[in-house]
């Protein structure tokens, strides 16, 4: 197992990029330590599927190297990799039953019956898949397929990588939750580098220690989940991270303080030296917008009950402020007033955080 | 409105639909929610007339539809997998069921217009299908749905196949949609948190049966058995056994609590206590909240910044706590956690809720 980097990685599915706009991936610097739980979190076509393909072997980088520890392996093909995929539409061989669905990769590298018995045991033993060894695989839930095409990468002992292609997005949500929490648990028992690639911003924040957020083709941040959700570097990783996402409210700033309807908003950050023609905003999240006695004058428009949570639509002015209250907390009707959290509220210059700390 | 007489559907030996009435809520968003295989689709499938009952009558405001097949019908469907005519443009297909109801060309121009305003399609019009995003392409589906003004629309899980943070946007363009027309909506989703945003009422189905039908919230808040509480809570609800032994309710040895309110009437014996990971909270150091306190050992703990996901073990049995912002745990500590029973459920034996 190693270390797996990629360095200056650009790729474009056309012969003669000319224009930003043709680059599928764009000057890409990642580095995956041994061992960690990964997520790459973005929209369709953010590029994610592209470097997942990229590392697996599928394709071939326009420029920039794919290293695994001190072996440079772009000119490898996939199957010369040892990497195991796992991907949206489980593979599983229907008319095998689950032990020969398992043993399959380890027959195929010559490994010897007793020792694919055991590791086939071991492995069943690590997604509860013990008691349904003899069935055929035919007959299993779309969860339970999901736990073979698992087991089949986990089984094989060679794995530098095990690469998740959105794995759960055919599975229903009551499910979806216990196969993610088998999934983080896994990750937790064996030490295996895991680059899970997903859409979905609850999959990949509960997943992994380290989520790589893209868009259009480009990194924008790499962090814990929680320094995602405390302090996005960039207004998209604010919205796209969060459940609503972040507020976003162009705001004036003069003074090295920024405003809001005229108003003095105290922020975390203090605004960059230069912000002369560029575009500012406050980003605060819904979790950190509180009603106020006193603070900025806003209209309550619409009061949404998620079940746990009470998601709160204001209006100030034309701008829309949400804020995210617990079950049964009471919201003022009409007229009322909104304070956001100092320590949570950032100013963004053109889209990225200022990064002089207040 | 459409309402469904004890409606049942069996196909050869199967049952798919068991005795079913149900009166839509007129003018209103109405949501079946449920797992594959629970029987949404087959639900919507007999209220669009594309299926017919094994027995039983489809009723609308006193017009017996049992047998009308769906051309004859005021129905409008958008599915799961999005349908447009891949040779139309986006205009011809958001216009083709004005076409063929042979509508004047005037009239034509001015619904496609209106509803690609309000979904947002009005730049992509002479474009085709395959040249729009998913979303676009679902979108187009939608307004071929809404230009037709149908009495009754179903919507088969149509945001399911898009990406999390356009399902989002979505979710919250639709009841707008839909408000202020008189038409009554049929949402399918397998998804908790969708049925309780999109508001109105919701239906929940387990195994061919409703098992309930209200409000979102009545139902959410006061579900009438431990399978409707199962279907409408994501992440799922904490379930255990608990003996009510004469003033006290018992989880174990060492975790009870007093039997209050409408617990105190309830015969002694054994019952079910269901309680949502929400309302099961770490302990905080020196805080003093409400419920029972207990010690588990931590499993698995997902931290998000928003929220934290904690499973933990209690006699053998593994719970999950979730709670907002960060908490940090590790793996294998022993860790206090509150069980908030003033919002427990307490369900029968055989599954009825009998106290909350």
């Not at chain 1, 095998?96 to 043993?103: E, G, I």
């Not at chain 1, 007793?114 to 069943?124: K, M, W």
């Not at chain 2, 986006?90 to 001015?110: G, H, Q």
């Amino acid at each position: 197992m190693a270390r797996l980097r990629l360095e200056g990685v650009r790729h474009s599915y056309r012969a003669q990029p000319a224009q930003d706009a043709d680059w599928a991936l764009k000057d890409v610097d990642l580095e995956f330590e041994d061992g960690g739980a990964y997520a790459l979190l973005g929209p369709s076509g953010c590029g994610k599927t592209t470097l997942l393909n990229l590392v697996s072997g599928l394709l071939h980088p326009t420029q920039g190297r794919v290293r695994f520890g001190d072996a440079d392996v772009t000119e490898l093909p996939t199957d010369r990799r040892n990497i195991a995929q796992v991907f949206q539409f489980p593979v599983v061989y229907d008319t095998m039953t689950v032990f020969d669905n398992l043993a399959f990769p380890l027959r195929n590298r010559g490994m010897a019956p007793d020792a694919v018995r055991s590791r086939v045991q071991e492995v069943a033993a690590l997604l509860d898949l013990e008691g349904m060894l003899g069935q055929r695989a035919a007959g299993l839930t779309a969860d339970g397929k999901q736990k073979i095409s698992l087991g089949r990468g986990l089984a094989r002992p060679d794995v530098n990588v095990l690469m998740l292609d959105e794995p759960l997005t055919v599975i229903d949500p009551h499910l979806k939750w216990r196969l993610r929490s088998k999934l983080k648990e896994l990750h937790q028992r064996v030490a295996l580098t895991m680059i899970y690639v997903t859409h979905d911003q609850t999959e990949a924040m509960t997943f992994a220690d380290r989520v790589v957020v893209m868009h259009e083709g480009a990194v924008v941040q790499v962090g814990t989940p929680v320094d995602l959700f405390e302090r996005p570097r960039h207004t998209f990783v604010g919205h796209f991270i969060g459940s609503p996402g972040m507020n976003v409210m162009p705001c004036q700033v003069d003074g090295g303080v920024a405003r809001l309807g005229g108003r003095a908003v105290p922020t975390a950050n203090r605004p960059d030296a230069s912000l002369a023609g560029r575009r500012t905003d406050l980003g605060v999240r819904p979790e950190f917008v509180r009603f106020a006695d006193d603070g900025i004058p806003v209209r309550v428009a619409r009061v949404s009950d998620a079940g746990r949570h009470q998601i709160v639509e204001a209006h100030h002015g034309d701008q829309v402020i949400r804020l995210l209250l617990r079950e049964g907390e009471s919201v003022p009707a009409g007229a009322a007033h909104v304070a956001f959290d100092p320590a949570y509220t950032h100013l963004y210059a053109d889209g990225w955080i200022c990064e002089a700390r207040a | 409105m459409l309402a469904l007489d004890k409606v049942v559907r069996r196909v050869g030996s199967q049952t798919h639909i068991h005795e079913t009435s149900l009166a839509l809520q007129a003018g209103a968003f109405n949501t079946l929610l449920g797992t594959t295989l629970a029987g949404k689709t087959t639900l919507m499938q007999l209220m669009a007339g594309l299926i017919a009952p094994s027995s039983g009558r489809l009723r609308a405001d006193g017009r017996d539809l049992t047998g009308v097949p769906v051309q004859k019908r005021n129905v409008a469907m958008v599915f799961q997998q999005f349908i447009n005519y891949p040779n139309f443009s986006v205009f011809e297909n958001i216009a083709s069921p004005l076409r063929v109801a042979r509508l004047a060309d005037a009239e034509v121009r001015r619904r496609v217009l209106h509803i690609s305003e309000l979904l947002q399609l009005t730049p992509f019009l002479e474009r085709r299908p395959a040249e729009l995003s998913g979303g676009q392409q679902q979108r187009t589906a939608l307004a071929r749905a809404l230009v037709k003004d149908a009495a009754l629309v179903l919507l088969d899980e149509p945001l399911a196949n898009l990406d999390y943070k356009l399902r989002e946007s979505l979710r919250e363009e639709l009841p707008r949609l839909f408000s202020g027309r008189d038409c009554t909506v049929v949402y399918a989703t397998s998804e908790p948190g969708e049925a309780l945003l999109l508001g109105g009422h919701t239906a929940t189905l387990h195994e061919g049966r409703v098992t309930q039908f209200g409000p979102n919230g009545s139902v959410y808040r006061e579900p009438v058995d431990l399978v409707t509480a199962r279907v409408f809570s994501d992440p799922p609800i904490n379930t255990a056994r608990v003996v009510k032994a004469g003033a006290e309710m018992r989880l174990s040895e060492s975790v009870r609590w007093p039997a209050s309110g409408p617990l105190a009437s309830l015969a002694d014996g054994p019952y079910l206590v269901g309680l949502r990971p929400h309302h099961v909270l770490p302990q905080r150091s020196g805080g003093e909240g409400a419920g029972v306190g207990v010690e588990g050992k931590v499993l698995i703990a997902e931290i998000n910044g928003s929220e934290s996901t904690v499973h933990f073990e209690l006699d053998g049995q593994t719970w999950v706590s979730l709670s907002h912002g960060v908490h940090a745990f590790r793996v294998g500590e022993a860790a206090r956690f509150r069980l908030d029973v003033s919002r427990a459920f307490y369900f029968a034996p055989e599954g009825r809720r009998v106290a909350s």
